[in-house]
């Protein structure tokens, strides 16, 4: 089913905006998150390629590795720690052109360059999980993506 999901051409906007309706279509009658959060992470990475596409989900005062495509990553994150711990603690989007500059980086993967994170929250506001995204060049990520991804992840 993920290979006709897989959208291959069209400027980066055309490809968040049919890649956004598949997402819908597909998580409408899905109750379970992490069902969906794998099925969501399959998606962006089948469809833009990056290197690293996953969910962490909140448990207590941690971060712990939810459904994910690509190599090895982190289990556990600290709350404020790294670029997914502050999108947590700030409960914002982080877009992040030069992990290296970022004051505190966990470099679970020495190949990640930029990255972004997208809380998820819940019906109430709360930060249930955060979605990142990492990719082996600078600069890759933008305002488009923040858009989308936003979009993307309210959905669960």
Not at 31 to 59: E, K, L, Q
Not at 110 to 118: D, L, N
Request: some cysteine; proline content about 3%.
């Amino acid at each position: 089913m993920a290979e006709n999901l897989q959208i291959s051409e069209g400027s980066k906007e055309e490809k968040y905006a049919l890649l956004h309706k598949q997402i819908v279509s597909l998580t409408q009658g899905e109750s379970d998150a992490i069902a969906n959060m794998a099925n969501i992470a399959a998606m962006i990475h089948a469809t833009f390629g990056f290197w690293w596409t996953g969910f962490y989900r909140v448990c207590n005062d941690e971060l712990i590795l939810g459904p994910f495509q690509g190599p090895l990553a982190c289990s556990r994150i600290k709350y404020g720690r790294g670029v997914c711990g502050t999108a947590w603690k700030e409960e914002r989007t982080q877009v992040v052109p030069d992990v290296d500059k970022f004051p505190g980086h966990i470099a679970c993967s020495s190949a990640s360059r930029s990255e972004i994170v997208v809380p998820v929250k819940d019906k109430s506001g709360n930060v249930t999980a955060v979605l990142d995204i990492d990719s082996e060049h600078l600069a890759t990520f933008d305002e488009c993506d923040r858009e989308w991804l936003e979009r993307i992840v309210s959905l669960l």
